[in-house]
């Protein structure tokens, strides 16, 4: 693989520093074409699907991309905004609130958010910072709980996009935040929230997106740290045992993934007599098809034929100030030792907090 070619002497350009919010991603239209796209990319990814290629090719093009898309993109349709796609709409919110209240608190950083899949992606956001002269890089995954499925996959893109470059920024990865104090409050706040306005249902449950249980078996921490988060969660909520369930939602394929599956539960409970459930997705921070459509609709559903009589989706952190300054103090913990706070990004520098504003930053 040849290197770029690098502006001569980019070395003593100006020194900025960005932080990188890195979400899965998402179609850039709910069409069954752009699902297919996006799809491809996404189930084509080793981290993902670890079946051997050749195999994997066949199943993936011959059977899953003939038929899916045009599924997925009905299922996407339901859930689409104005603004586009909800993941896609979020992540970018955030990201601008974060930028804004770095630079309340003095840090002259650019803020930026990537897909893992699909736009804007990690080498076009990365080879567009470095064009900037950005010399100092945090990526920021946007999945609290570490899984090589996810996780590992943003810090594969990053890699991937270093072997062509011959002059690299400094770079920083957050591997997991799922106990992180001030995650667990925003969550907390959110769920008291929602109880203050709605009542509270004989049973939480917190649903966490779903990964082979192979994957558990050879050493990916995931699941451990989706239970931690969990606990933590059920600790600040005083929540007993018998009050939350944790389950594990959208299996994709054949193979046994994490149990207990998130519909099902929701189905036994509702012919076990439980009339009133919430439900919760903390390892997501953003809404998107699986908490809109997979819960929100699909397992509302089930639980409701099932004989449950009220069913409580709990939003995602999305733009809550709590979860925004959660976020904030995590990314400056990880900028600690980079001179953020010198005038040293003339990009940053106007970049301020009447941005978040502007957009209903709350506090
Ligand atoms: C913690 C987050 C996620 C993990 C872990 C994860 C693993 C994982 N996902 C699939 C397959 C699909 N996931 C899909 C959508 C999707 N997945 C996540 C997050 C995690 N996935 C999000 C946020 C979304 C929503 C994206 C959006 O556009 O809103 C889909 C696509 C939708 C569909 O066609 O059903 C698939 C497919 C696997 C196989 C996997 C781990 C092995
Ligand atoms: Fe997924
Ligand atoms: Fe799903």
């Known amino acids: 693989m040849a290197f770029q070619q690098e502006p001569p002497f980019s070395h003593g350009q100006s020194a900025g520093t960005a932080v990188v919010l890195c979400n899965l991603g998402t179609p850039d239209e709910a069409t069954a074409p752009a699902v297919r796209r996006y799809l491809a990319e996404f189930l084509g990814d080793h981290r993902v699907v670890e079946i051997p290629k050749p195999i994997w090719w066949l199943i993936l093009h011959g059977i899953i991309l003939r038929t899916r898309p045009a599924k997925s993109a009905a299922k996407y349709a339901s859930v689409w905004t104005p603004e586009g796609s909800p993941l896609k709409v979020w992540t970018q919110k955030q990201a601008t609130l974060l930028r804004g209240y770095l630079g309340e608190r003095g840090h002259q950083v650019t803020v930026r958010y990537a897909m893992r899949y699909g736009n804007p992606s990690i080498p076009a956001v990365l080879d567009e910072l470095k064009a900037q002269g950005i010399t100092r890089v945090l990526i920021v995954p946007a999945y609290p709980q570490y899984s090589g499925t996810t996780t590992a996959s943003v810090i594969d893109a990053v890699a991937s996009w270093s072997l062509k470059v ?15 104090a001030g995650y667990i409050e925003a969550l907390t ?25 192979r994957t558990l078996h050879l050493g990916d921490p ?23 369930k944790v389950t594990f939602q959208s299996r994709f394929g054949k193979a046994k993934w994490l149990e207990p599956y998130t519909e099902p539960t929701l189905i036994a409970l509702g012919q076990q007599g439980v009339k009133s459930v919430d439900v919760v997705c903390p390892g997501f921070t953003s809404d998107c098809l699986e908490t809109l459509e997979e819960i929100n ?18 939003d995602c952190l999305n733009d809550s100030p709590d979860w925004i300054r959660a976020l904030t103090d995590l990314t400056e913990r990880h900028l600690q030792g980079w001179p953020t706070k010198q005038a040293d990004d003339p990009m940053a520098l106007k970049e301020s907090r009447a941005a978040a504003l502007a957009l209903g930053a709350k506090d």
């Open 166 to 180: 011959r002059l690299l920024p400094e770079l920083r990865f957050v591997n997991r935040y799922h106990d992180d």
């Open 189 to 213: 706040r959110k769920i008291r929230a929602h109880w203050m306005h709605h009542g509270q249902a004989e049973q939480l449950v917190m649903s966490f997106h779903g990964v082979p249980e």
């Open 222 to 244: 995931y699941h451990c740290e989706c239970h931690k988060t969990a606990r933590l969660l059920a600790e600040r909520l005083g929540l007993a045992k018998d009050r939350y």
């Open 297 to 314: 609709m699909e397992a509302r559903e089930a639980f409701l034929h099932a004989g449950g009589q009220q069913f409580q989706y709990i």
